[in-house]
């Protein structure tokens, strides 16, 4: 009769584990929508379109963002562009914490007149220096006029180049 007891009592043990662990699994699946928008325990945003998440640049609900189509350090695949510039066809374009790409002017960027690309990235603490996005230029203000400095270039740590 113990026996029998003690294969009862781990049965009914197993069966508990594999049930809980089916619920657990279940739950987690659900959190993530089939479409809409999604941030995971990371805080990294993903925009969701037939459960499963979008790429490259797109639009949803009037924004624009740019989901990741690679794996990195940095970002995982499908999470959209976060606090970083991305460049499109020569253009440089910032993304605010959100993952929408900015329309409007921020404390430090300040967008080209009729369209959205960055046309000035002000340094902060450095009120005579600033980064110039349409010559790729650092600036220096000497004096009442802004001129450009050193070689064209992209300022290390800013670009988001994940494809």
Not at 4 to 15: G, R, Y
């Amino acid at each position: 009769m113990k026996k029998n007891w003690k294969k009862l009592v781990i049965a009914a043990l197993c069966i508990i584990m594999v049930v809980s662990t089916f619920a657990v699994s279940t739950f987690a699946k659900s959190s993530v929508p089939r479409n809409g928008r999604y941030i995971d325990g990371q805080g990294c945003v993903y925009i969701m379109k037939h459960g499963k998440p979008r790429t490259g640049w797109f639009k949803y609900h009037g924004k624009t963002y740019y989901g990741h189509k690679t794996e990195s350090a940095c970002y995982p695949k499908g999470s959209v562009s976060q606090n970083t510039f991305r460049v499109k066809h020569g253009r440089m374009y910032f993304f605010n914490n959100k993952g929408e790409k900015i329309t409007r002017d921020i404390d430090y960027v300040k967008l080209r007149h009729h369209r959205t690309s960055v046309h000035y990235v002000l340094i902060p603490g450095t009120p005579w220096m600033r980064y110039n996005a349409k010559h790729k230029r650092y600036q220096w203000l000497r004096g009442s006029k802004w001129c450009d400095v050193g070689m064209q270039c992209y300022p290390d740590g800013w670009i988001d180049w994940q494809k």
